[in-house]
C-alpha cells in the first residue's frame, strides 16, 4: 500500500454551524514530506485534528494504514505523533518525566535509551530534569516534537511548526524533519510561510476555506504555475517601448534602463529567441541579462484568486 | 487493553499528588482536626453519648466521611479539568486509548488519594478518642467503594465544567451541604419525625449511615440498603460516564 493516510468525502461543520471542511479528499504517500498550505482559517488543524482523533468527523472516512481512525482507532493513532499548533504543556512536569509519559499514553513498553536519544537530537537532554515552565518557547516547541515522537511514530503531525519561531530554530527543524523522513517517518506539515513548504515539501496541497483547491509535485507545481522573467539592462536607456515589440508586452523600469518579459514556462515557446531578434533589429542593445522564477508565494496568491 | 497508557496517567495523577503534598493531604488533615475539636471536644463535652458511644467517637465515621465525598470530588474533577484548561488534553484524546482506560485512570487516581487521606485521617482522629472498628471488612469496602463513586462523580463533573467557578459549584453547593446535613455529626434518629423523613432523601445518609455501622454497629438505615444505594450512585455515575464518551461531551468538538 503505497498511500498512508487516505482522507475521503471529510467534511466538517462545528457546533456554531460553521463548516470548516467542505468534502475533502487527500492522499498521503508512505515516506513523503507533505506540506499542507493555506492561509489562517483555512481548515488546516480541523484537519489534522479528525485524523488525529481530537475533532469528530461530521462526514467521511479516514484511513491510517489501512485502518479506519474510528472503528481501529487504537491501531491508527498508535502510528501517529501529533506536535500541535499551540505550545501546550505540563507547566509543572520534568521534561523527563512529559516524555516518559507520551510513551505509556500510546502503549508503548518504557525505554529509556530511546527516550535518551530522542531528546539528544533535539538538544534537550541537559534539561531532562528541568521544569517544563522553565524552558524557553524554542525549547518547549522541541519537546512537544520530543513527546510526539515518544512513541516512535510512522507519521509525524507538525501543525505550523515554525510559526513565531526565529531563522535559527526553523532551519534546525528542516533539518530534524529531513532526518525523520531519512528515518522512514512520513511528515505532514501545516505551514502559512510558502518558502516553508517550498524548502521542505516533497508535496503540497492547498487548502482554502475548507477545500482542498490542488495538490501537486512540489517541481510540478513550479513547472505548471512557475512564471518566468526576464530582465534585460539596457546600455542606453529608453524613453519608451517602440511599438513595434507592444506584442511581447514588457515593462519598462522607470529610469528606462530596464526592459522586463515575462513568459510562462510551461509554454511550447516562450518567444526569448523571437524577442532579442526583434530588440536586435530595433537596435535596442543591452550589457546584461537574468531571470527569475515566482516563488511559491506568487503562485499561491494566482491559485486563491482563482478559487475566488 | 492499553495497560501502559493506565500506568502513565495513574502515576502522572498521583505524581501530582505529590507535588501538591501540602494541599492534597495536609491541609484536610488540620482542617478534620479542627472540626474534631469544635466539635467532638467543645459540643461533644455537652452531649454525653450517642447510642453508647462518646460523641467524640461517634463523629469520626461522618468526618472521614465528609473528606472522603469532598477530596474525591475534587481531586478527579480537577484531574481531568485541568487538561482540558490548559490544552494538554490533545495528548489524551489523540492516544490510543479507551475512554475506559482513560477513566479508570483518572477514577483510579483520585480514589486512592482519598482512600489513604480517610485511613489518615483514622489515625488522626485516632489520637483524639478511642475507635474501635466493629467490621473491618465492611469498613474497608464503604471507604473504598465510596471514594470510588464519589471520584467518578467528580470526573463527570470536571469534564462537565467549563471554568473554574462550575468546577467549585458542586462541591460547594451540594456535596458539602448534603454531608452535613446527612448525619455526619448527628443520628438523624435525634431529629423531629418531618425531618427524619426528607433526610432520607439525602444519598449521603446512606453512606454516613453504613459507614457508621462498620465502626459501631450503629446505623440510621440497615446496612444492606446503605450499601446497595452505594452501588446505585456507581451505576448511575457509570452509565453518565459511557454516555459522556459515546457522545463526546464536553471533549471533543
Ligand atoms: N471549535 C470550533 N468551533 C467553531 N469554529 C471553529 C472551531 N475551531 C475552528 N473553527 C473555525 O474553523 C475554521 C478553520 O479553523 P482551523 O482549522 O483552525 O484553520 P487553520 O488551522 O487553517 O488556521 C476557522 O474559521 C475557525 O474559526
Ligand atoms: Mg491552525
Redesign the pocket.
Do not use: C, M, R
Given at each position: 500500500m503505497q498511500n498512508i493516510i487516505s482522507v475521503s468525502g471529510l467534511s466538517k461543520t462545528?457546533?456554531?454551524g460553521?463548516q470548516?471542511l467542505k468534502s475533502v479528499h487527500l492522499d498521503i504517500r508512505r515516506g513523503e514530506i507533505f506540506a499542507l498550505l493555506?492561509?489562517?482559517?483555512?481548515?488546516?488543524?480541523?484537519?489534522?485534528?479528525i485524523i488525529c482523533g481530537i475533532?469528530n468527523a461530521s462526514e467521511g472516512e479516514v484511513l491510517v494504514d489501512g485502518h479506519d481512525i474510528v472503528r481501529d482507532y487504537r491501531a491508527a493513532r498508535s502510528k501517529i505523533g501529533l506536535v500541535p499548533?499551540e505550545l501546550t504543556t505540563d507547566a509543572f512536569e520534568s521534561v523527563w518525566a512529559t516524555v516518559s509519559f507520551s510513551r505509556g499514553l500510546f502503549g508503548r513498553r518504557a525505554d529509556p535509551a530511546y527516550l535518551e536519544k530522542v531528546l539528544r537530537d533535539l538538544s534537550l537532554w541537559d534539561k531532562k530534569d528541568s521544569r517544563i515552565l522553565t524552558l524557553s518557547g524554542g525549547m518547549k516547541r522541541r519537546l512537544l516534537i520530543a513527546k510526539a515522537l515518544s512513541h516512535e511514530p510512522q507519521i509525524l503531525f507538525l501543525?505550523?511548526p515554525t510559526a513565531g519561531v526565529d531563522v535559527n530554530l526553523r532551519r534546525d527543524m528542516w533539518q530534524l524533519v529531513r532526518s525523520l523522513q531519512a528515518a522512514g517517518v512520513t511528515i505532514i506539515l501545516?505551514t502559512?510561510y510558502i518558502d516553508e513548504a517550498e524548502e521542505m515539501a516533497d508535496r503540497i496541497g492547498v487548502?482554502s476555506r475548507?477545500e482542498i483547491v490542488l495538490v501537486e509535485e512540489k517541481s510540478e507545481l513550479m513547472r505548471k504555475l512557475g512564471k518566468k522573467q526576464m530582465t534585460l539592462q539596457l546600455q542606453s536607456p529608453l524613453e519608451r517601448i517602440p511599438p513595434g515589440l507592444d506584442a511581447y508586452r514588457l515593462d519598462l523600469s522607470s529610469d528606462g534602463s530596464e526592459l522586463t518579459y515575462t513568459y510562462d514556462k510551461q509554454a511550447e515557446r516562450t518567444g526569448i529567441i523571437a524577442l532579442l531578434r526583434d530588440l536586435n533589429d530595433a537596435e535596442i542593445a543591452f550589457k546584461d541579462l537574468h531571470t527569475t522564477q515566482s516563488s511559491l508565494e506568487d503562485i499561491f496568491v494566482t491559485l486563491l484568486k482563482d478559487a475566488k | 487493553m492499553n495497560l501502559f497508557a493506565i500506568r502513565a496517567i495513574y502515576r502522572f495523577e498521583m505524581a501530582r499528588t505529590r507535588r501538591t503534598l501540602l494541599q492534597s493531604i495536609v491541609s484536610p488533615v488540620i482542617s478534620t482536626s479542627l472540626y474534631f475539636v469544635v466539635f467532638g471536644a467543645a459540643i461533644g463535652s455537652r452531649i454525653a453519648e450517642v447510642d453508647g458511644v462518646s460523641y467524640g467517637a461517634f463523629i469520626v465515621p461522618g468526618l472521614i466521611m465528609l473528606s472522603l465525598l469532598t477530596q474525591s470530588v475534587a481531586n478527579a474533577s480537577f484531574g481531568i479539568y485541568f487538561p482540558k484548561f490548559t490544552g494538554t488534553i490533545y495528548e489524551l484524546l489523540s492516544a490510543p486509548v479507551s475512554y475506559l482506560e482513560i477513566a479508570a485512570s483518572y477514577v483510579g487516581a483520585a480514589a486512592t488519594k482519598s482512600i489513604l487521606l480517610g485511613l489518615i485521617i483514622l489515625a488522626t482522629a485516632g489520637l483524639f478518642v478511642p475507635i474501635r472498628v466493629a467490621h473491618p471488612f465492611w469498613m474497608i469496602l464503604f471507604l473504598v467503594l465510596t471514594a470510588v463513586t464519589f471520584s467518578l462523580f467528580g470526573f463527570i463533573i470536571g469534564i462537565w465544567a467549563d471554568n473554574f467557578e462550575k468546577l467549585q459549584l458542586v462541591p460547594l453547593l451540594i456535596i458539602t451541604p448534603l454531608t452535613f446535613l446527612g448525619g455526619s455529626f448527628y443520628s438523624i434518629s435525634m431529629l423531629p419525625p418531618v425531618w427524619r423523613t426528607i433526610t432520607l432523601f439525602n444519598p449521603v445518609v446512606y453512606l454516613v449511615s453504613g459507614f457508621r455501622w462498620s465502626f459501631y454497629d450503629l446505623a440510621d438505615v440497615h446496612v444492606g440498603v446503605s450499601l446497595g444505594m452505594t452501588v446505585l450512585f456507581l451505576a448511575l455515575f457509570l452509565m453518565i460516564v459511557a454516555w459522556i464518551f459515546r457522545t463526546g461531551y464536553r471533549l471533543k468538538?
Open positions: 462545528y457546533a456554531s460553521f470548516a493555506g492561509p489562517n482559517g483555512a481548515g488546516k488543524t480541523t484537519l489534522i485534528s475533532v499548533q501543525d505550523e501545516t502559512h487548502i475548507g | 468538538t
